[in-house]
């Protein structure tokens, strides 16, 4: 059989650029915020820096030899970059399932969306937003929902100790807030 028939699984990239890879979770849930924030960045890549990215390739195109043309080479790239964006971003909206935490309406115990301020056993509080996969950002307290304290605290009420899971051992905090506004 020719080898262009069979199936290489030596994970080889020639390239060199690593692949995105999307792991498909149960639900692709998204805030509302985060779902225009991701149509906002594919239509970006799409009207904008696309079209100013071909324009350069085809002008460096027209120069003659390839091989040393520093605008083909790194437009060409630029150009998978973008492609390889506009695809995951694609996919995403697709399977995305919007939930608008404002909309909430048990607002006592911890769901998707939640504000919530909590204290740590050294006394330090901390106020994390669970959001989706894609819009967390912990500079930003935005924690993916899937997170090791946000599957702490889903669920829990004010005032209820739970334990969470980290690389230094369990550690236990109190959810002392929640909220369904700063989503």
């Not at 509302?32 to 799409?46: D, H, Y």
């Not at 909309?103 to 969306?113: I, L």
């Not at 899971?165 to 369904?180: A, F, N, Q």
């Amino acid at each position: 059989m020719s080898k262009a028939f069979t199936k290489d699984s030596d994970g080889d990239d020639d390239d060199g650029v690593e692949a995105e890879v999307v792991v498909p979770a149960s639900q692709n849930y998204m805030t509302p915020g985060g779902f225009a924030a991701m149509q906002a960045e594919l239509r970006q890549l799409l009207r904008v820096e696309r079209p100013k990215i071909v324009e350069v390739v085809s002008w460096a195109a027209g120069n003659g030899d390839r091989s040393e043309n520093g605008d083909y080479i790194y437009g060409k790239k630029r150009l998978r970059e973008i492609d390889r964006r506009v695809h995951y971003l694609t996919k995403k909206l697709e399977t995305a399932k919007v939930v608008d935490p404002a909309q909430q309406k048990n607002r006592a115990q911890v769901f998707f969306g939640a504000t919530v301020c909590y204290v740590r056993q050294d006394d330090t509080e901390c106020t994390v937003t669970l959001v989706g996969v894609d819009e967390a950002d912990f500079a930003k307290g935005k924690i993916s929902w899937q997170s090791p304290i946000a599957k702490a605290l889903l669920k829990g009420r004010v005032g209820d100790a739970v334990d969470v899971r980290t690389p230094g051992g369990v550690d236990t905090i109190e959810i002392l807030s929640i909220c369904y506004d700063d989503a």
